[in-house]
């Protein structure tokens, strides 16, 4: 079983479409994340929610629009793409309450902006 | 500001070499350490994590790293490397209590020739 999965895996859209990624998790935890991982490879935290809550929020433009139904799931909608969009991005989880700050990730789903 | 330095962006190295990949942090207070790898094409797995103890730890696949606190270092060694072991390797660090939001360094690529 997929601890972490993202739905889909490849995206491939025009710029000024509007797309979503889906994540669940099946660990239990209480915390997720999305990471913008660029062609440089370097991971940035966009945003992290707890039980539902927003509660990390980085500079990130108003297109992207995090959604989570429930603890166990947090997508990510983006507006009007850009051609600077295109990344991996990848979903994770942790247990906020073990205070470790031990993730654990999705497979990514990679973003490419025509 | 939390930050974490990787200081190598491409290591090479021949079958059976011994690695060591050099990772420094900024930040004041307790913090967790953390090395991920990224296999070609694959998500961020968990190679090893230090939270507190011995400040020598050891994780997967032959892996350990130590934390050198009075360095601000937690650099990542295995004495005899294969081809398998060719992936991008990320140190991350994160506050004690925090968030969980986890900081990256860039990460490093390691390419091992047969």
């Known amino acids: 079983d997929t601890a972490v999965s993202q739905t889909p895996k490849y995206l491939v859209t025009q710029m000024g479409n509007d797309k979503s990624i889906k994540c669940e998790q099946n660990?239990?935890?209480?915390?997720m994340y999305w990471y913008k991982q660029d062609s440089k490879k370097f991971l940035k935290i966009m945003f992290s929610?707890?039980?539902?809550?927003?509660?990390i929020n980085e500079t990130v433009p108003n297109r992207f629009s995090p959604k989570s139904p429930d603890k166990a799931h947090l997508n990510l909608h983006i507006n009007s793409l850009e051609l600077g969009d295109s990344a991996v991005y990848f979903c994770?989880?942790?247990?906020?309450?073990?205070?470790?700050?031990?993730?654990?990730f999705g497979e990514g789903s990679r973003l490419t902006v025509l | 500001a939390q930050s974490v330095s990787q200081h190598n962006h491409h290591v090479i190295l021949s079958e059976a070499a011994s690695l060591e990949l050099g990772c420094n942090y900024s930040?004041?207070?307790?913090?967790?350490l953390f090395w991920y790898v990224q296999y070609p094409g694959q998500h961020l797995q968990l190679l090893l994590k230090y939270f507190s103890g011995d400040p020598l730890v050891k994780g997967i696949k032959g892996f350990e790293a130590e934390f050198i606190k009075s360095k601000f270092s937690f650099n990542l060694r295995k004495p005899s490397v294969q081809w398998s072991d060719t992936a991008e390797y990320f140190c991350?660090?994160?506050?004690?209590?925090?968030?969980?939001?986890?900081?990256f360094g860039k990460g490093t690529k390691l390419s091992v020739k047969p």
């Open positions: 994770a989880s942790s247990h906020r309450g073990h205070g470790t700050g031990e993730l654990f």
């Open positions: 660990l239990g935890h209480d915390t």
């Open positions: 991350a660090v994160s506050s004690r209590g925090s968030q969980g939001n986890l900081i």
């Open positions: 930040y004041g207070g307790t913090v967790n």
């Open positions: 929610y707890n039980n539902k809550e927003l509660i």
